[in-house]
């Protein structure tokens, strides 16, 4: 009796276990085959044809604005692509996505209609290229299109989107509206008609900006990151400050743009890899891996030696500013030679001292970016300062001259009645 009890435990036992194998292996069966399925359907997102849109060209920085001559004329596919990346996109996303930013979200045959089907291009960046368009109100603004092949594109398409539907100010290139459509992602700006400020600095064929001109681009691009810093709610930390992502109006006032790599300040600890670009990266940064707003301080302090000697980060510019720094004068040496006898030497010397600031390689000795603000529109103030004094002694010397021949005329018609009598 006790043998029969036994086998009948033990057999309990097999079958208990005997159906949690065929349980496991019935839920690892399921488990793999959906992974497989997964898989099988992104390849093929990954190889479904989609609008031929170049990467890689001439500028690796995102133009928003006519930067060349002549445009050029790119031919594309008329039809948009059936599948993409962007299939993970559904709809509820892109509700989310309005509704966060506020823009207005643009179907892709309006912007194929405002580009004239894609046919002419102002510039190429890492993002993707950049078109003209004129929408159906008449206004001419630029798209910047995010290329098939881009990895990095989609969280930077939607930092831009969620970022600039709340950031607005008067220095910051203008996001109009935005494209999710037909696997397809484009950003709508502002037109900015004078182009970027390094094409003005390094292109030849521009003409050369003149000193008030620099001074007042200084100025505008630290009202811009001022603003990020201490205007925006959390703070901003633009992190890819550069004289290509600083463009200008029709005026030539400037305007901050590209917002691709920025990030709120409260999210900064998180490591996200090394991001910017080389030249204006701070080096503490790269030591580290922890970028803050000293470090948009450093990029916006290459960015100030720029505008004085017109030597591209990547072309040395730093071993030429550190030469200057042996001697008071020494910025005088690389002055941009357009510069040369149409400014003040001491003006040039107080922007040097306080781009020198901005890169001092401790950061917390690097000053916020409204003291830099708050610098530079001294500096400004001082320039006309001595322009009224220069016209106030101009006056005194016509005055004395009108007194003179005021008293001359008194003393001849005394000298007149005095004949006459």
């Not at 019935?26 to 190889?47: E, M, P, Q, S, T």
């Not at 220095?171 to 700006?189: A, S, T, W």
Request: with cysteine.
């Amino acid at each position: 009796m006790v043998q029969r009890t036994d086998l009948v435990i033990i057999g309990i036992c097999v079958g208990v276990a005997v159906g949690i194998l065929i349980a496991s292996l019935v839920f690892f069966g399921i488990r793999w085959y959906r992974r497989r399925a997964h898989l099988r359907k992104c390849a093929n997102d990954h190889n479904a044809s989609t609008l031929p849109i170049r990467r890689n060209g001439v500028d690796t920085s995102n133009i928003l604005s006519e930067s060349f001559s002549n445009s050029v004329s790119v031919k594309v596919s008329t039809y948009p692509a059936k599948t993409s990346p962007l299939a993970k996109w559904n709809k509820n996303v892109k509700e989310q996505l309005a509704s966060a930013s506020g823009l207005p979200r643009y179907s892709y045959k309006d912007i194929q209609k405002a580009t004239k089907n894609f046919t002419t291009i102002l510039g190429q960046g890492s993002f993707g290229p950049v078109y003209k368009a004129t929408m159906p109100a008449g206004e001419v603004v630029a798209v910047k299109a995010l290329a098939s092949d881009s990895k990095q594109g989609e969280k930077e398409f939607q930092t831009e989107v969620s970022l600039l539907g709340r950031l607005h100010h008067r220095n910051l290139v203008n996001l109009v509206g935005y494209c999710v459509d037909k696997g397809q992602r484009m950003l709508i700006y502002e037109y900015m008609s004078n182009g970027s400020l390094s094409s003005f600095l390094y292109d030849e064929k521009k003409h050369a900006l003149n000193w008030e001109e620099r001074v007042q681009i200084a100025l505008d691009i630290s009202h811009g990151i001022e603003y990020l810093h201490d205007g925006a709610v959390p703070p901003v930390i633009h992190r890819d400050l550069k004289s290509a992502n600083i463009l200008l109006d029709h005026f030539m006032r400037a305007k901050v743009a590209d917002f691709g790599l920025s990030k709120e300040e409260v999210y900064d600890g998180r490591n996200s890899g090394l991001k910017g670009t080389y030249g204006y990266i701070d080096p503490v940064y790269i030591s580290t891996n922890k970028f803050t707003m000293k470090s948009d301080i450093y990029s916006f302090g290459i960015i100030l030696f720029e505008l004085i000697t017109a030597i591209h980060p990547q072309q040395n510019l730093m071993e030429y500013v550190n030469l200057a720094a042996m001697s008071s004068d020494g910025i005088d040496e690389i002055l941009d030679k357009a510069l040369v006898g149409e400014c003040d030497p001491m003006d040039v010397r107080s922007m040097a001292k306080i781009a020198h600031r901005c890169l001092h390689k401790t950061p917390r000795k690097r000053p916020s970016i409204g003291e830099v603000s708050q610098a530079i529109t001294k500096l400004k103030q001082r320039r006309l300062v001595r322009e009224d004094s220069t016209m106030s002694f101009g006056g005194e010397e016509f005055s004395g001259v009108v007194g003179c021949i005021e008293l001359q005329q008194n003393e001849l018609k005394k000298m007149t009645s005095i004949a006459e009598s």
